[in-house]
């Protein structure tokens, strides 16, 4: 009996390593400019920022936006999206998006996390769907109204939100460019201050308290999201994440799915891998032969979870 629970808790620690290691490495990988990499032009459905300039991959929603923006049929971004939610699902999601691998950090900080109900639950997983279509709508219609020649005026009234109406407010973009870039400019001010003592600090104060109305916004959407991540782990990839929103649209045609033995599971008759699952799958109400949930990430905790080893991933 002792050895299995060790055998199990070395199965589970393997695939969290695992998972752990991937996401740690391709969150160094996409920011590897900063190790003299050079950036490719490849657009993955992962929320990173397009605007920051040690990035080595595309944002595929970012650069759908702006070549929507451009009069230009989003082709590369598309396919990006139908062909990783096609073949592996939400994968990305749960193995290689830095923002994903942020929130399942910040899980870590608290030991007991917030319940939510079922019923807010499932109110709140359709609310990143309507801020995919709110994006898909304002890039959509400028695009073809300026590819009929008579988009300026809403162009205008559009103003910041006319090129990348998410990235202006997404928290995202918030921790990859726009705070890295605070801190960089301290690089060069605070040896100046050192050898001048000119009041430099009160500088870098007005000029961080003269920043736009669109600055603090996106600084107050960026801290809800990270105190929400804390509480609630994996709260943005579930209730706000337009990424998330398409490719969990996407999942549920996924070639990549789960698939869960009703003689291993009936054995047992616990919830465990329901209990692990961070984005509240109901595992036991679905299918036995497959099931490709919209949610699902693949992360894999309910594989670990199952004592039995009921549950294993199934392709195609
Ligand atoms: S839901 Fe969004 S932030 Fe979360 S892992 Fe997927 S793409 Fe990344
Ligand atoms: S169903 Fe399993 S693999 Fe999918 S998100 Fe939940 S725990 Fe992870």
Same mark, same amino acid.
């Given at each position: ?10 199965? &589970? ?19 590897? %400019?900063?190790?003299?990499? #050079?950036?490719?032009?490849? +657009?993955? +459905? ?11 991959? %595309? ?5 759908? #936006?702006?070549?929507?923006?451009? &009069? ?7 396919? *990006?999206?139908l062909l990783a939610a096609i073949v592996l699902g939400r994968v990305t999601c749960g193995w290689i998006c830095p923002f994903g691998f942020i929130q399942d950090l ?37 695009? &073809? ?22 990235? %202006?407010? *997404? ?7 726009? =705070?890295?870039?605070? &801190?960089?400019?301290?690089? @060069?001010?605070?040896? @100046?201050?050192?050898?001048? $003592?000119?009041?430099?600090? $009160? ?6 308290? *003269?920043? +736009? ?25 579930? @209730? =706000? ?8 649209f996407l999942n549920r045609f996924s070639f990549l799915g789960l698939k869960r033995d009703p003689v291993k599971c009936a054995k047992v008759g616990c919830r465990a891998?329901?209990?692990?699952? +961070? ?24 594989? *670990? ?12």
């Open positions: 009996m002792q050895e299995r629970a060790s055998q199990l808790r070395n199965f &589970v620690f393997r695939i969290e390593t695992a998972r752990k290691i991937t996401q740690f490495l391709c969150f160094l990988l996409f920011n590897a %400019v900063v190790f003299g990499f #050079q950036p490719w032009p490849l +657009p993955l +459905p992962i929320l990173h920022s397009i605007w920051t300039p040690q990035k080595t991959v %595309v944002d595929a929603l970012s650069a759908l #936006q702006l070549m929507l923006y451009e &009069v230009t049929f989003p082709w590369l971004p598309v396919a *990006s999206f910040l899980g870590y900080i608290k030991r007991r996390h917030s319940e939510v109900s079922l019923r807010t639950h499932d109110g709140m997983v359709k609310v990143k769907y309507g801020v995919l279509l709110i994006v898909l709508f304002i890039s959509g219609s400028l695009s &073809v109204l300026l590819a009929a020649g008579i988009g300026a005026g809403y162009e205008t009234a559009l103003g910041a939100f006319a090129s990348a109406p998410f990235d %202006v407010l *997404s928290p995202s973009n918030m921790i990859f460019t726009t =705070l890295p870039e605070i &801190v960089l400019e301290t690089r @060069y001010v605070i040896p @100046y201050w050192l050898e001048t $003592g000119e009041n430099i600090l $009160g500088a870098i104060a007005n000029g961080i308290l *003269s920043k +736009p109305i669109l600055f603090w916004v996106q600084l107050t959407i960026m801290m809800g999201v990270v105190v929400l991540g804390v509480y609630i782990p994996r709260s943005w990839c579930q @209730y =706000l994440c337009p990424h998330g929103a398409a490719l969990a891998c329901v209990d692990v699952c +961070p984005m509240k799958v109901r595992i036991l109400e679905l299918p036995w032969e497959k099931f490709t949930d919209p949610e699902c990430i693949y992360c894999l905790k309910c594989v *670990s979870a199952c004592t039995t080893k009921a549950i294993r991933p199934k392709f195609p």
